[in-house]
Every structure is written in structure tokens, then in C-alpha cells.
């Protein structure tokens, strides 16, 4: 019953196929936020731009980035007609990044502006979020991950999630996709062939057991078997689609039930066959809106509230990775899910459900830059401790770290002071702490060195912004700016070269602090370096995979010392972390806008900035706690809202 005869295989496909495209044609996008009247805010940035603003970058930058010169690719004209316009956000942060490093305009210019003027272009670039019209931006109709599909599978019919191992792994940062080739459409459909032959072959039911769970009850004699037919496709479909199918949506299935009954098979071979029908449908492989909402939108607006089921779809995958269970799906159909009360109790819920360690798995590992750990290259004669058993514990550490955090609700400052973490022998060797931590469980360790705890100290995080053979203080600074202070860091002029390409002979008595501040007086170098250099020298006591020393490898003595703006001097890692721990409302809106941005599935922009200047407001009221900002990060209105549109979008999660 479960293998598709190879006669109209073929057929079955370019059905799949059409059907695919039919249902992409009519679904929408979307999300909206709370009403508050920013025309006084519009207005007033309107005018400092037309006065100010676009006067500074003619003289300034359309020179080199302008219609005639467009250097990086970077042209300011456009953005000059729409300043407002959210393809051009990127534009004009890289721009604030340069011109607050004065790495812009260049040195070489005949022209710079005065710091005042600076300043005003800096202050400006902060308020353009005024000038967007209130809007969710793109609801992203994206398909499974290979993660999310196994999982579910799982979740419908009780197979190992090792079910989709042939499937091609996600390339990571690279964001969702929403293409589905021919070729993937095999795959899926042979991996839909094996659920049903490891379903029937179960042993702890016979097969007509196993048939009458999937597929209810056999057809009294003389019964319409189309008629019931079309009630399994809907019990199916209710199952796997995460909400009711459409009456068109089963019409697609029950033609490939009569594709099947017409090549002669039997009456369960063709619900088998529409089982796998909807296995490779576009409403299960990927995660939709429903498309009769788009009558419920605003006037004028083209905006709605996602329905119960898209809710708890979004929800479901944020949180666990998988379909929604019973208890959402029950709330779904009931109409209760949307309600705020309801909505939070259910974010509480599925945080202590051991699920939830999806979060770290797909947001966490990626904030922190441990997606690549596993494969990445050190230099085994010096680094001989980086096996396979240690990079896992060091990206375990990190997960029941960060599962602790939320699960007991801590502030999110505690990612940078905290002053426990996770190991197992293993993994202490690289603290120092083998002879008080033994076996390989993992379990949690009080430190005592102020130095260690958080993530600023984690051999996972040190070892992935480090080289193969030693540390990189930059890699290190950019890593802390970008990804805990939320700093735009300009990207590194060309030409320059590497600190592997000095001279050798003068460098040869250097240590890597003072070939880095030689690299700095390069001055095409030196503004941008001036501020990232020093957070990596204040962790140059830890080596390329973490371990605590106080000579660096040319044996020379390190020195961790180091001045961040403001006249904030440290000396120690544990001083440089009490600065950045200093910075509460920086570590939790980076986190915020992060955490954001994977729930949609898209890059922030334009309005988004707005609403998480809300979502701040009410995390800093509870101390930034994590569930606190995960429930309000669910709640808002990006999350809850989508614009209806015909376009499609790809993701940046």
C-alpha cells in the first residue's frame, strides 16, 4: 500500500506540483502594531531631514556615493527621494557606523564635517524610524526546516525524526527558503513512502489496527467510498495542515484518491496514497496563513490579525520546533489562543516543556556563533583537546546556560554576569576544575573566579571568535559589539593588510597586542579599531579555546587593560564584564531586536523599530526579564498581525 507504482508517479508529481503553485497563489503576508498618532514625530523628522540631513550627505557622501561613483555599491540617491523607505535601512546604518568611527568621509577628503554636524546626522539616522507608516512588514511563508519537518513527522505518527536524515541541512545564517524544486519534491515524497512502511511494520499494533488509527473505521458494504474518502482527507489534513482544510484543498486530495482508485488500487492504497499527498503539500511542508482571513483586513489597511492556527503554528515552531499540540490546537478551535491572557499562560507553558530547548537550538546557538563549533578547524598539534567530545560539551554548557536563564525567568543581564555555568569533566579541564568535576554528566557549577561566568568567559563563544591556531581580538571585539551591545561595525576597508602578513622579523619579539596596536596605526584602521581593539584585549587572557593564561604565545605577559567611551577603564575580563553588564537596556534590546527578528523570520525595519521601543518599555519595568521579554516579543504586533500582499518573502532567521 505504501509504495506509489512507478506507472503514475509521475502523475502524482506534477499534480503535487500545480497544487503547490495554486496554493501559493492564494496566500497573503502581514502584521500591524498599536495605535498611536506619530505625525507630530513625522513631521518633525521630515523637516530635519529636508533641512539638515539631505544637505549633509550631498556635500559629504554622493560624491563617492552618488549616481556618477558608486563606491561599495553604495548609492545615496535614491534614499535621498524616500529617506523613509525600509530598502534603504541598510544604507543608512552603515552609514551611521562610518561616520560615528570617522571612518567617513575619508581622511583624503577635502571635506569633513564638523562634530556637531556629526552628531545631528547620527541623532537623525536614530529617529528615521518615524518617517514608516505603521505596518507588520512581510508575513514570511516559509518552509519546514529539516529539524521542524522530522519533529513533526514525530509528532503525527510516532517515526524518529531520523527519518529525514537524507535530506540536505540548512546552511547556516543563510535564513529560511520558501523554493521547492522537483527534485526536493522526490525526496519528500520518498520520505513520505518510508513513514508509512515504518508505521505499518510497527509491532505493537497489527496493520489493520494501525490503518483504522490513520484512517478510521473501514466503509460499511455499499457506502460512497468517495464521500468517505473526503472525511478522512479532512481528519487528516486538520492533522497535518495545523488547521481545517479548505473545500478546495480537499478536492486536491481526494483527486489523487480517484488518481489512485482509477490505476487500479484498492481502497486503503488510495488513502495511502492521499496520506502521502498531503505529506508533500505545500500546507503541510510549509507554515501558511489562512487565506480566507484576508476579508477580515482593516479598510484600507490590507492588515489582520493572524488567525488562531497561524498563531499557534507560530508559536509552536518559535518555541518547540514542531506542530502545535493538543492543548493549542484546542484553543485554536475554540477562538481563545488570540486572547492575551491565554496567550501568555500558553508562552509560560511550552517554556517549561523540555521542547523548549528548540529555542537555543535554533535562536541561541545562532546568536552566539555556535552553529559552526562542531566543524570548525583548530590546529590539532596545539589545540589536541578539541575533539569531538569537547566541542559538545562546550555547546552544551552554552544551551543549559541559556535554558536556565529563561526557564528561571533571570534577567537577560545575567548572559553576562552570571556566576555559574554548566560542565562535565570534560569541559572542566579547560576551567581548571577537573579535580572537583568528574565524569562526563553535565551538571551545574558555582564559580568563583569573577573572571569566568557568562557568556563573555564561555570556551564555546572564545573558541569560535578565535583563528585555528590563536586568538583574534578583533573577532573577538566585533563579536561583543555586534551580537551583545548591538553596534554597528563597519566592515573593514580594502587593502588593508593582515596581521599575518606584517614582517616578521619586526614583529618577531611583538605580542599579539602590540602587533594588533601596530596594525592600528595604519589610520585608515585606527577609528573603527580604536573601540572594538580594546573589548578583545580585555579577553586575551583566555586562549584560542578558552583556557585561562597570563603569557600569550610569544611568551610575553598579557595585558588586559583597556578604555571603552565614557572613560570606563578595565584591567581584567571581569572588570571589562562589569562594564558591559553596566549597559542593561543595550544587552536586552540587542537580545530583543535578535529574538525579533528569528520569531518573523525576517530582517527588523521600518516600523519594527517603533514597536521595539514598546517592547522595551515593558521588559525594563520587570528588570528584562527573559520569559517577560519572550511573552511580549509573542504578544506584539509584528508577531500577532500580517499584511496582505501577493509577494513572497525569504527569511534572515
Keep these: 500500500m505504501s509504495i506509489i507504482p512507478r506507472a503514475f508517479r509521475a502523475s502524482v508529481i506534477a499534480m503535487l506540483l500545480f497544487a503547490s503553485a495554486l496554493s501559493f497563489a492564494q496566500l497573503g503576508h502581514a502584521e500591524s502594531g498599536g495605535e498611536a498618532d506619530l505625525a507630530a514625530l513625522q513631521a518633525a523628522t521630515q523637516e530635519s531631514f529636508r533641512d539638515k540631513v539631505a ?165 460499511a458494504p455499499g457506502a460512497d467510498l468517495r464521500t468517505t474518502a473526503r472525511n478522512v482527507a479532512r481528519s487528516l489534513a486538520r492533522s497535518a495542515y495545523r488547521r481545517p482544510p479548505s473545500e478546495a484543498e480537499l478536492d486536491v486530495l481526494l483527486a489523487v484518491f480517484d488518481l489512485g482508485r482509477q490505476n487500479k488500487l484498492s481502497y486503503p492504497a488510495a488513502l495511502g496514497l492521499m496520506l502521502k499527498a498531503v505529506l508533500v503539500s505545500p500546507q503541510f511542508l510549509f507554515i501558511t496563513p489562512e487565506a480566507e482571513a484576508e476579508t477580515e483586513a482593516e479598510p484600507g ?157 564561555m570556551p564555546g563563544v572564545l573558541a569560535t571568535t578565535s583563528f585555528p591556531n590563536r586568538t583574534s581580538p578583533v573577532k573577538r571585539g566585533v563579536w561583543v559589539l555586534e551580537q551583545v551591545l548591538g553596534e554597528e561595525v563597519p566592515p573593514p576597508p580594502p587593502n588593508v593588510p593582515a596581521l599575518d602578513k606584517q614582517d616578521k622579523q619586526t614583529v618577531a619579539t611583538l605580542t599579539l597586542r602590540q602587533r594588533t596596536e601596530l596594525h592600528r596605526t595604519n589610520a585608515v584602521c585606527a577609528n573603527c579599531h580604536k573601540v572594538l581593539d580594546p573589548i578583545g584585549f580585555g579577553l586575551e587572557n583566555f586562549d584560542a579555546i578558552g583556557r585561562w593564561r597570563d603569557r600569550d604565545d610569544t611568551g610575553g605577559a598579557i595585558d588586559a587593560a583597556g578604555e571603552l567611551p565614557g572613560e570606563k577603564h578595565f584591567a581584567s575580563p571581569k572588570e571589562l564584564k562589569t562594564i558591559i553588564a553596566a549597559r542593561k537596556g543595550d544587552l536586552a534590546r540587542t537580545l530583543t531586536e535578535k529574538l525579533l527578528a528569528y520569531a518573523l523570520c525576517r530582517q527588523l525595519e521600518g516600523y519594527d523599530e517603533i514597536v521595539v521601543d514598546q517592547l522595551m518599555e515593558s521588559i525594563a519595568k520587570d528588570g528584562y526579564r527573559m520569559q517577560t521579554l519572550i511573552t511580549e516579543i509573542v504578544s506584539s504586533y509584528p508577531f500577532t498581525h500580517r499584511r496582505i500582499t501577493e509577494q513572497l518573502t525569504s527569511s534572515s532567521k
Design 55 to 219: 544637505p549633509f550627505v550631498r556635500t559629504y557622501c554622493t560624491d563617492c556615493h552618488g549616481s556618477k561613483k558608486r563606491k561599495g555599491q553604495i548609492n545615496f540617491q535614491p534614499a535621498l527621494k524616500n529617506p523613509g523607505d525600509a530598502n534603504y535601512s541598510k544604507e543608512w546604518k552603515q552609514a551611521l557606523a562610518n561616520v560615528k568611527t570617522h571612518d567617513m568621509p575619508p581622511d583624503e577628503a577635502d571635506k569633513q564635517p564638523t562634530d556637531e554636524e556629526r552628531q545631528m546626522f547620527m541623532d537623525w539616522v536614530a529617529k528615521i524610524k518615524f518617517l514608516s507608516p505603521k505596518d507588520p512588514g512581510s508575513f514570511v511563508i516559509r518552509r519546514l526546516t529539516k529539524v521542524e519537518y522530522g519533529n513533526t513527522l514525530h509528532d503525527l505518527f510516532g517515526v524518529d525524526p531520523a527519518v529525514v536524515h537524507d535530506l540536505p541541512e540548512e546552511v547556516f545564517g543563510e535564513g529560511y527558503l520558501n523554493s521547492l524544486s522537483p527534485l526536493q519534491m522526490e525526496q519528500y515524497l520518498g520520505i513520505a513512502n518510508e513513514v508509512l512502511d515504518r508505521i505499518l511494520a510497527r509491532k505493537d499494533a497489527p496493520p489493520t489496527e494501525v490503518q483504522k488509527r490513520l484512517f478510521g473505521e473501514p466503509p
Design 301 to 457: 489597511r490590507d492588515i489582520v490579525p493572524l488567525d488562531d492556527y497561524q498563531l499557534a503554528s507560530r508559536l509552536s515552531y518559535l518555541l518547540w520546533a514542531t506542530m502545535p499540540d493538543a492543548e493549542l490546537s484546542a484553543l485554536a478551535d475554540n477562538g481563545k489562543l488570540h486572547e492575551p491572557a491565554i496567550l501568555k499562560a500558553q508562552v509560560r507553558r511550552l517554556l517549561e516543556d523540555p521542547r523548549s530547548r528548540a529555542l537555543f537550538d535554533g535562536f541561541g546557538a545562532q546568536w552566539l556563533g555556535l552553529g559552526n563549533l562542531e566543524s570548525k578547524t583548530f590546529d590539532t598539534a596545539k589545540f589536541p583537546q578539541m575533539t569531538s567530545e569537547m566541542r559538545l560539551a562546550m555547546y552544551d554548557e552554552a544551551r543549559l546556560f541559556f535554558q536556565s536563564i529563561v526557564r528561571d525567568n533571570r534577567s537577560a543581564v545575567s548572559f553576562i554576569d552570571a556566576d555559574f555555568t554548566f560542565l562535565n569533566e570534560t569541559l572542566a579541564t579547560i576551567y581548571g576544575l577537573e579535580k572537583t568535576v568528574t565524569g562526563p554528566e553535565m551538571r551545574k557549577v558555582q564559580l568563583t573566579d569573577a573572571n569566568r561566568g557568562g557568556i563573555l568567559g
